[in-house]
């Protein structure tokens, strides 16, 4: 293999530019040329090719987001925009595909492979850690941690004045964040997609809960059933009237910027290098991952399969805590 290609798509992930930054200098080890591909599958189509080399990724591993930019592309959902990038990808003699991103990312990689036979491997850049094949994703660490800074600071105001805050955090098909976050800030409630039955619980739990609590957070998750931080506000005060005096911090998108954790730094690097070795080794279609501290390589047909349940032991934890 002489010549391979690293993109990242999708919603960006502190932590991306770590992986990149492990896929060029891999690939210069191995004496292989790297070339990055701007704005993802956007980028493809349009021919935004750009040669890499050492000096290309210095400076990097602490800045988030992507030096390679990210897009979501439509055109690529289309058999006419995927050949444009297959006629790019050939004229540029790529050998192979390291591609960062989630679950729509991997889904493009598969189409692709459907019209060309050029080998792609995944690395998990997403902050919702919804993806099957590895214990964490590139870019849920630092997200976490950035939802456990704002919640430290949120109770701080509460507790100043016994204030219920209702937070919400991103999580459009997955409460991952809400979940582990909400376990790590000491949250009275956590309301996620996966938990059907999460809105009367959390409602019962107000009720029979100690009321000398100066402060209270409950997370909710952006794709909770409930409707989101607003609509749980409403339910509060319908059921309770005044009893609380309620507010709403909606954490947005602070939750994907910032400097990559130390970890995740780790885990990024870790998951590029794996993703060119897997390269070299003739692997294809398959997202490379970390469990139990080992890399694995997950076909993509399984890892683009979003996590549905919730671990046992995690919810009884998050329900013990909270008392």
Known sequence: MKKIA?????????????????????????????????????????????????????????????????????????????????????????????????????????????????????????????????????????AINTVIEAVDKIRDTAESHNRLFVVEVMGRDAGLIALRSGIGAGAEAILIPELKSDMNEMLDKLEKGRKDKSSKIILVAEGDESGGAYKVMDAIKQKFGSTYDIRVSVLGHIQRGGSPSCIERVNASRMGHAAVKALLQGRSNVMVGIINGCITHTPFEKAVKHIVEIKADLKELAEILSI
């Open 6 to 142: 690293v993109f990242t798509s999708g919603g960006d992930a502190p932590g991306m530019n770590a992986c990149i930054r492990a896929v060029v200098r891999t690939g210069i080890y191995h004496q292989i040329e790297v070339m990055g591909i701007l704005n993802g599958y956007e980028g493809m189509i349009d021919n935004a090719f750009v040669s890499m080399n050492e000096k290309s990724v210095s400076n990097i591993i602490q800045r988030g987001g992507t030096i390679l930019k990210t897009a979501r592309s439509q055109r690529f959902l289309q058999p006419e925009g995927r050949k444009k990038a297959i006629e790019n990808l050939k004229a540029h003699q790529i050998e192979g595909i390291v591609a960062i991103g989630g679950d729509g990312t991997f889904r493009g990689a598969l189409a692709l492979s459907e019209q060309c036979h050029i080998p792609v491997i995944g690395c998990p850049g997403t902050i919702d850690n919804d993806l099957v094949g590895t214990d964490f994703t590139i870019g849920y660490d630092t």
